[in-house]
């Protein structure tokens, strides 16, 4: 193999992990908060349903029965 084919070779492999790992990147994560200031999080979920799910679980499992968690803020990371 020339070292013209390996170059372009090596390229077309560089320019696809970069691009798998680019779309793989992307993730889900939010933050819930009751009146109380208690709180939830999640991060690294593929769809914000989940994410916003995980955070509203955790924040109410350290929370009172009558506090109410509320999404605060929600993002798709880079």
């Known amino acids: 193999m020339t070292s013209t084919r390996r ?8 320019t696809t992990a970069f691009a798998v790992s680019q779309t793989s990147a992307l993730a889900w994560g939010c933050i819930a908060v009751s009146e109380e200031g208690s709180y939830g999080y999640s991060y690294s979920y593929d ?4 994410a916003r799910e995980k955070a509203l679980t955790e924040c109410a499992n ?6 109410v968690c509320e999404i605060t803020e929600c993002d798709e990371d880079d």
């Open 7 to 14: 170059t372009a070779l090596a390229a077309l492999v560089l």
């Open 47 to 50: 769809d914000e349903a989940d």
């Open 62 to 67: 350290r929370t009172t029965e009558e506090a």
